[in-house]
């Protein structure tokens, strides 16, 4: 009996040349046993063809050629392979069941006497390799929704870092989708199949590591830098280095790294559709599954109650559209019972990727003024209007984009909870947006900012500028005075809060 070796578990190539070997040779579907070379050395140079199965396929060998449209019958011509079952075939193969390669073979080997089998829904093969590139399409549109980056730091500086463990096999299909959205920022998305990287270059993948050592989301730095920093650079790949730094288990599916280049390039085509078709947007079933995977719908319903019900709310908030496009919810921090609030309007790029309000370029500036006022940030509850990133894309980099009135209303909701909670003395709106927040109605800046104004609720507020303002400001004298007028505003602030 036939028994096909796969290099890897998501090795469609592999899969397709030896289809085409065992098509072309007659061998019947019930005749081939397939299976994963799991204990494949990838570092070696593939076998030569023919090598491996015993039985004259050709199995991921270094001669291997694409499934071509056109399949020769038994020595005959004629038999064409449509486009959509390879298509079809390409997703499915990402899926975890066992099945998955025999289930193509059987249907690539009934097309030849159907060649409309592709469009009989009802057929059980048909309806089951839908259902597996369906199920597979949705694990990636639930990675590219929930994958959440935490900032870390190593020798060349910042890289995000994200653990996930997708449904199916779907992390290096996906990968691209990443490397479009944060082009300009390295990072790691470690699953237990397989690691990608994205170094501001080249994206790369090393194996994947055991689930059983998932880090905790506090610790996801740590494990990274323990296991990854000191030894991924794909320039300087070597195995025994490799080995010693990690237990042999996490390699089983090293990919060596000649077979890279090629690698990423099957990862983009295969998830080329996928991407076109819907990049940012879940489908109405994820989002439905978002919704019930959030457990009690904590952005609706009765308000929060604690600031742990907030932190952990605003990341599966559904008030407003703008989840869809942002990497997580960004929760204001702080001492519960800071007598200083200050509100932002909506994170920025890295407060997206971070999940920290202010620490981004705009967070510089803010430090550097509080600094300047003798304001200490850690006894102040700093938060936003709205607690997800609107952006565009322009090219590969993420614009931002001012929230509207409705994104912003959808939102106090958030911001309400945290002043009853918190309960400041005095409430800082940086920037218009803040101030539409905090006083229900556009407030201008000029008029009001360097007095203390007085809220419903008690507390007393102070609008001024958010700190991009004086970022952007092209004229030097203007910059220096609106910064001036700035810290005064936050001395005023920290007077009226003691
Ligand atoms: N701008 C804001 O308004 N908030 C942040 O958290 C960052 C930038």
Known sequence: MPVVRLAHETDFDGWRAAARSLRQAGVAPHHVVWTVDGSADLFSPPP???????????????????????????????????????????????????????????????????????????DADVARAHGFARDVHRAAHKMKAFVRFR?????????????????????????????????????????????????????????????????????????????????????????????????????????????????????????SDMVRAAPTEPGRRVVRAAVRNSRDAPW????????????????????????????????????????????????GDQEDLAGRPFVGPAGQVFDRALAAAGVPRAETWVTNAVKHFKHELTGKRRIHRTPNAGEVAACRWWLDAERRIIRPRVIVALGATAGLAVFGKATSIKDNRGRALQLPDQAQAVVTYHPSFLLRLPDEKAKAEAYEAFVEDLKLAWTLAA
């Open 300 to 347: 609706e319903g009765q308000a929060p109650t604690s600031l742990e019900e907030i932190a952990a709310g605003v990341d599966h908030c559904r008030r407003c559209d703008l989840w869809r496009d942002a990497t997580q919810g960004v929760p204001g921090e702080g001492p519960p019972r800071a007598r200083l609030l200050f509100v932002g309007e909506q994170p």
């Open 48 to 122: 030569p063809c023919g090598e491996g199965s015993g039985v004259g396929v050709t199995v991921g060998c270094a001669e291997a050629t694409p499934l071509r449209p056109t399949l020769s019958r038994q020595g005959g011509e004629g038999f064409r392979v449509p486009r959509p079952f390879v298509d079809l075939a390409g997703q499915a193969i990402l899926h975890r069941s066992d099945e998955r390669f025999d289930l193509l073979y059987r249907l690539l080997w009934r097309l030849q006497d159907k060649p409309e089998l592709m469009h009989i829904l009802s």
């Open 151 to 271: 900032l870390a730091k190593d020798d060349e500086g910042e890289v995000y870092v994200a653990w996930f463990e997708p449904a199916h096999r779907v992390t290096e299909a996906t990968a691209p989708f990443f490397v479009k959205r944060f082009a300009n920022m390295r990072f790691s998305i470690l699953t237990p199949d397989v690691c990608v990287h994205w170094d501001l270059k080249a994206l790369a993948a090393t194996p994947g590591a055991d689930p059983a050592d998932a880090p905790r989301e506090d610790a996801l730095e740590d494990y990274w830098k323990t296991y990854y920093a000191s030894i991924f650079n794909p320039a300087r790949l070597k195995v025994a280095a490799m080995r010693k730094e990690m237990p042999k288990r996490y390699w089983r599916n090293l990919p060596e790294a000649a077979l890279i280049p090629e690698l990423i390039a099957q990862a983009e085509a295969r998830t």
